[in-house]
């Protein structure tokens, strides 16, 4: 039985070190792990699958019968210059056991769903094609992604308000009780941001 062309690429671009800083295999070599999606999907895809499409990607892995393993830490708020990982496993998906892919097969569907999807496995897609094919329940990871970037950016700009405010608080401690309330009320719009990005990233945890 012949390995797919998609199995083919993924393995090859997990395996790739060059691009170790946005996809690379766990450390226990039984799962790969996606660092910065939105830069991966902008810069690596392209290069396999001639499109940059990261939810498009993410349901290719489900056809194939990958699982998406959630990590009990991906709620807690993250540096800037960190991102959420998403990390995918596949019994048969093993570092340095490329010999495993054939027993990788496409899940089963029926007639028409088979033909909606087949476009994007023969010649990799154009990344917007199976955008149509979407089921209505399923989710735009692209756009989750992207409202959850503005949350981050937001809250870094709050973050440094909230240090700029406790510099000048040491400086001038005679006005120590409106910057401590100033300081309560940046706080807590953070912790509401926060808030709101953990729920984001446990809903997305949830669907995979």
């Given at each position: 039985?012949?390995?797919?062309?998609?199995?083919?690429?993924?393995y090859?671009m997990?395996?790739?070190?060059?691009?170790n800083?946005l996809?690379?295999w766990s450390?226990a070599?039984?799962?790969?792990?996606?660092?910065?999606?939105?830069e991966?999907?902008k810069e690596?895809l392209?290069?396999?699958?001639?499109h940059?499409?990261?939810?498009?990607f993410v349901?290719?892995l489900?056809?194939y019968g990958?699982h998406?393993?959630?990590?009990?830490?991906?709620g807690?708020l993250?540096?800037?210059?960190?991102?959420e990982?998403?990390?995918?496993g596949?019994?048969?998906?093993?570092?340095?056991?490329?010999?495993?892919?054939c027993y990788?097969?496409?899940?089963?569907?029926n007639?028409?769903?088979?033909i909606?999807?087949?476009p994007?496995?023969?010649?990799?897609?154009?990344?917007?094609?199976?955008?149509?094919?979407?089921?209505?329940n399923?989710?735009?990871i692209?756009?989750?992604l992207?409202?959850?970037d503005?949350?981050?950016k937001?809250q870094a700009t709050?973050n440094?308000t909230?240090?700029?405010?406790?510099?000048?608080?040491?400086?001038?401690?005679q006005e120590?009780?409106p910057?401590?309330?100033?300081?309560?009320?940046?706080?807590?719009?953070?912790?509401?941001?926060?808030?709101?990005?953990n729920?984001?990233?446990?809903?997305?945890?949830?669907?995979?």
């Amino acid at each position: 039985q012949g390995v797919p062309a998609f199995l083919k690429k993924l393995y090859k671009m997990v395996s790739d070190p060059r691009s170790n800083d946005l996809i690379t295999w766990s450390g226990a070599g039984n799962s790969f792990i996606v660092k910065k999606p939105q830069e991966f999907a902008k810069e690596i895809l392209p290069k396999f699958f001639k499109h940059n499409n990261f939810s498009s990607f993410v349901r290719q892995l489900n056809m194939y019968g990958f699982h998406k393993i959630p990590h009990l830490q991906q709620g807690v708020l993250q540096s800037d210059e960190q991102s959420e990982q998403w990390e995918f496993g596949h019994k048969h998906f093993l570092c340095n056991q490329p010999e495993l892919l054939c027993y990788i097969t496409r899940r089963k569907v029926n007639d028409n769903e088979s033909i909606k999807e087949e476009p994007n496995t023969r010649k990799e897609g154009n990344g917007n094609e199976n955008i149509k094919e979407q089921e209505p329940n399923e989710v735009d990871i692209n756009r989750i992604l992207n409202e959850i970037d503005l949350i981050k950016k937001y809250q870094a700009t709050i973050n440094a308000t909230l240090k700029y405010i406790q510099r000048n608080n040491q400086v001038q401690w005679q006005e120590t009780i409106p910057t401590h309330n100033e300081i309560i009320s940046v706080h807590n719009k953070y912790l509401n941001q926060q808030n709101t990005l953990n729920k984001l990233l446990k809903f997305l945890a949830s669907l995979y």
